[in-house]
């Protein structure tokens, strides 16, 4: 008995919910936390995503990077794919478990933990840029990689748009807040720029996951064959 190795409709099924999953809990996440913010607790901004951690927003901010980072190692797909995603869960995840610095009255325990923070969430973001540029773009050997669709050429352009979002608000961040002339700025501090490029960058991500999850009008369409058989 030849077991087939071809995944079937559900499998397929759970792939896209998992992708729109993906793309949901990072679409949402950087609106939920600012909202909820404002209504629990007190107006304004925060300085970063990750400073949400010190706010009455904690809990929704650990879990849904746990949530993002447990659907990025469960994600299954091509052996490349899933080396990658699953070393982005472990760094979301590390994102969570290691808080940023606080901003005052840190203790030098609080900013070792930041580094880590740092590294996990630098390796994250730039993990995600790759996925969505290299990763994203390919085309699956049996659907004639040569001669890729219409459909497929418009989703590789939007995943070449969100993967350089991403790549340039990390470099963008880096400058910020390594450059001295830019970190700690008196008049940069208002304007909450670290916040938005990672909201920015989250954004592209989750974008593209939607992208890949046939949530937008780009996925291919059914071939006359799968027509025929679904009048």
Not at 106 to 112: E, I, L, M, N, V
Not at 168 to 177: E, G, P, R
Not at 199 to 220: C, N, R
Request: glycine share 6%; charged share 15%; net charge positive.
């Amino acid at each position: 008995m030849k077991i087939s190795s071809s995944p079937t409709e559900s499998q397929v099924q759970s792939y896209v919910l998992l992708r729109r999953g993906v793309g949901i809990i990072a679409v949402a996440l950087p609106f939920v936390l600012i909202t909820g913010k404002i209504i629990l607790e007190s107006p304004g901004i925060s300085a970063s995503i990750s400073a949400y951690y010190y706010t009455v927003m904690r809990d929704v901010f650990v879990g849904s990077l746990f949530a993002t980072g447990i659907f990025l190692i469960c994600y299954r797909y091509a052996p490349l794919d899933d080396i990658v995603s699953t070393i982005a869960g472990i760094c979301a995840i590390g994102v969570a478990l290691f808080p940023t610095t606080p901003d005052v009255d840190a203790t030098q325990r609080q900013t070792t933990i930041g580094v880590a923070h740092a590294v996990f969430a630098s390796c994250f973001f730039l993990i995600l840029a790759l996925m969505t540029i290299v990763l994203f773009r390919k085309t699956d050997p049996k659907k004639n990689p040569e001669n890729p669709t219409r459909r497929k050429q418009q989703r590789n352009t939007v995943y070449l748009i969100c993967g350089i979002v991403i790549l340039a608000c990390v470099v963008l961040a880096a400058l910020i807040l390594f450059v001295p002339y830019l970190h700690g700025t008196s008049w940069l501090q208002p304007l909450h720029l670290i916040f938005f490029l990672e909201s920015f960058a989250i954004l592209a991500f989750g974008f593209a996951w939607f992208v890949k999850g046939e949530t937008f009008i780009l996925k291919d369409p059914p071939k006359r064959a799968d027509m025929r058989q679904s009048r």
